[in-house]
């Protein structure tokens, strides 16, 4: 019968000049433990044991070495933590392209040291210096003009709209073969940076207020008549409303058909006729009215309550209605409320009902009526068409 073989003769004896020669050999190579093992044929929890004892240990440091290196890592710590608050303070800017990273050292260079700024955004100094002093080109210089023009003059353009107003107006003698409007839009936002705007915040919406008034609702003349051909004519009438942490803002306002001007913009916290009666007010308030003047709005209880018809029949104003449940008969109406929400109402939260009535009296008064151009007036604003027409 044949004998027994012990296993433990069939294992691999290594010497010690074996051992240590492995270990200094994974000390030069910087592998990995697990695929030096593989490398040299050996078990990786054997090498394990053999680096734990064989390891050469490190001198002892001297006073001098360790104050030396206590020092470096005091400098270490110091620029990590100046990274560290760099990007805190960069948090909300975009700094992809070498040029946004110049732009955000350029604003933070008088709290930090410029060696700092350029290791944390990964740039050269010399780079950032040559962006700082450079002068700009003859198309940078336009640039800036041009975008200083638009920003100044309302709170959103697209690209369509900043072409056709350099193709309208030439933005005081800036003159162009081709237009490129993405380069202005791409170096500042399109809307202007005094109106900087937040976050959306979106309330239920109100309930609707058409269909509840007992009187007979005035016929559409609206859709038999031209369109105007000078102010004080036609006016359309509606109401909208604007969320506050307060509650609901309901906006009344009064459209010229012929300049797009509005007049009387008038607010309050509810949905009853003196609302509308007081944007009518404010429209007919310094207006020489003439014979025939239409006044068109929608179908709303307001609009068709007695007091309102009578505030009408009293200057002199014919009434007109939409038809039932059809807001294009009131487009003109609808195209400014289209405006002022995406500008400025849905983009802004607003606190209190009179910071907000503040905010679209603003928007009103100083900027879509004197300053905001309109393809429809041949590129003016409603103040300078009304100007021209008179």
């Known amino acids: 019968m044949e004998a027994k073989t012990d296993t433990r003769e069939l294992r691999k004896r290594y010497d010690e000049g074996f ?38 240990p490190e001198p002892p440091r001297s006073p001098e070495q360790a104050e030396s290196e206590l020092l470096r890592l005091r400098r270490e710590n110091e620029s990590l933590r100046a990274q560290r608050d760099v990007f805190r303070e960069c948090l909300g800017h975009p ?28 740039v050269s100094r010399s780079g950032y210096y040559r962006w700082r002093d450079a002068t700009p080109g003859e198309r940078s210089r336009e640039d800036a003009q041009i975008t200083e023009v638009l920003c ?38 399109p809307f202007c940076a005094e109106r900087i705007l ?18 007979e609702p005035a016929p559409n003349w609206l859709d038999q008549m031209p369109m105007p051909s000078a102010p004080n004519q036609i006016w359309v009438a509606d109401i909208t409303y604007a969320w ?68 009408l029949e009293l200057h002199g104003i014919t009434p007109s209605m939409s038809r039932r449940a059809n807001w294009y008969d009131n487009a003109h109406m609808e195209s400014f409320w289209g405006t002022l929400k995406p500008g400025l109402i849905s983009r802004r939260r607003f606190t209190t009902r009179h910071e907000a009535w503040l905010a679209i009296l603003d928007y009103v008064e100083t900027f879509y009526n004197r300053v905001r151009r309109h393809s429809a007036l041949g590129y003016q604003s409603p103040v300078d068409y009304e100007h021209q027409l008179n």
Request: hydrophobic share 35%; aromatic share 6%.
């Open 198 to 215: 937040h976050g959306r915040r979106r309330g239920k919406p109100p309930t609707a207020t058409t269909g509840a008034s007992p009187r």
């Open 95 to 122: 700094c992809r392209t070498a040029a946004e990273r110049y732009a955000r050292m350029k604003a933070m260079e008088h709290e930090h040291a410029i060696t700092e700024l350029c290791e944390a955004f990964a």
């Open 244 to 311: 506050t942490e307060e509650g609901w803002l309901y906006v009344a306002g009064v459209l010229d058909l012929c300049s797009r001007r509005i007049g009387g913009p008038a607010s309050a916290g509810h949905l009853e006729t003196s609302l509308p009666e007081a944007a009518l007010r404010q429209a007919v308030l310094g207006r020489e009215l003439p014979a025939g003047l239409l006044h068109h709005s929608d179908r709303g209880v307001q609009y068709a309550s007695e007091h309102y018809s009578r505030m």
């Open 19 to 56: 051992k240590r020669d492995c270990v200094a050999l994974l000390a030069k190579s910087g592998k990995g433990l697990k695929a030096f093992a593989a490398e040299m044929g050996i078990k990786r929890w054997n090498l394990r044991d053999w680096r734990r004892l064989y390891r050469t």
């Open 152 to 189: 100044a003059q309302g709170m959103r353009h697209s690209q369509r709209r900043i072409a056709r107003l350099m193709r309208a107006a030439r933005l005081h003698g800036v003159q162009r073969g081709r237009f490129k409007p993405q380069c202005v839009t791409r170096e500042r936002p």
